[in-house]
């Protein structure tokens, strides 16, 4: 059969059938990319905390971390005077780092002070690490850091309130088990 022997209607069905097929499994494609060209997509994150980039070791910060190689560090940044709710986040990080099950071999509690600050009382589990200006301009006072073995700074944790120190401990120890969990580096 040629087609000078069909009917046009039937000519004209068939090229709406296959227009239409093409359109059924175009048209996610072309709907994803006016999505994603618009910005009317927002990914999740997953993490907490603020992963820093680009990447800061202590030795671009000229500083030698004792512990590079050893372990993961969850540290906490010390203020000039640490008053009740700076003892109140030290504790938290405690609890944090307790929290880590078995991973708390991989983990050392770390205190990160400027040369010649007063020390309030501390567990002997926690390791005091002194920084110099430019650790202190990257963390903020009170904030949580979390260091790899490879002495990176992965991330840190702003400072928060009182009353969201537990929800901000949960954040901490979420992402500080995902790191530990995906980690390749120790």
Same mark, same amino acid.
């Given at each position: 059969? @040629?087609?000078? #022997? *069909?009917?046009?209607?039937?000519? +004209?069905? $068939?090229?709406?059938?296959? !227009?239409?097929?093409? &359109?059924?499994?175009?048209?996610?494609?072309?709907?994803?990319?006016?999505?994603?060209?618009?910005?009317?997509?927002?990914?999740?994150?997953?993490?907490?905390?603020?992963?820093?980039?680009?990447?800061? @070791?202590?030795? #671009? *910060?000229?500083?030698?971390?004792? +512990?590079? $190689?050893?372990?993961?560090? !969850?540290?906490?940044? &010390?203020?000039?005077?640490?008053?009740?709710?700076?003892?109140?986040?030290?504790?938290?990080?405690?609890?944090?780092?307790?929290?880590?099950?078995?991973?708390?071999?991989?983990?050392?509690?770390?205190?990160?002070?400027?040369?010649?600050?007063?020390?309030?009382? +501390?567990?002997?589990?926690?390791?005091? !690490?002194?920084?110099?200006?430019?650790?202190?301009?990257?963390?903020?006072?009170?904030?949580?850091?979390?260091?790899?073995?490879?002495?990176?700074?992965?991330?840190?944790?702003?400072?928060?309130?009182?009353?969201?120190?537990?929800?901000?401990?949960?954040?901490?120890?979420?992402?500080?088990?995902?790191?530990?969990?995906?980690?390749?580096?120790?």
């Amino acid at each position: 059969m @040629t087609t000078h #022997s *069909l009917k046009p209607k039937a000519v +004209l069905k $068939g090229r709406l059938t296959l !227009l239409a097929l093409i &359109l059924f499994f175009a048209l996610p494609f072309i709907v994803a990319k006016a999505i994603l060209s618009n910005h009317w997509y927002e990914s999740g994150v997953t993490n907490h905390g603020q992963l820093l980039e680009p990447r800061v @070791t202590f030795e #671009s *910060l000229g500083m030698v971390n004792p +512990l590079q $190689g050893e372990s993961w560090q !969850l540290g906490f940044m &010390l203020p000039a005077t640490c008053d009740d709710a700076c003892l109140n986040r030290l504790y938290v990080m405690g609890q944090t780092y307790l929290a880590l099950g078995k991973y708390k071999e991989r983990v050392t509690p770390v205190v990160y002070v400027q040369t010649g600050q007063v020390l309030p009382e +501390l567990p002997d589990s926690v390791t005091v !690490l002194t920084v110099n200006d430019a650790f202190s301009a990257l963390v903020p006072s009170q904030g949580y850091v979390i260091t790899d073995t490879l002495g990176q700074v992965v991330m840190f944790f702003e400072p928060t309130t009182k009353e969201q120190q537990i929800v901000h401990s949960k954040g901490v120890l979420s992402d500080l088990r995902k790191l530990l969990k995906l980690s390749r580096v120790g």
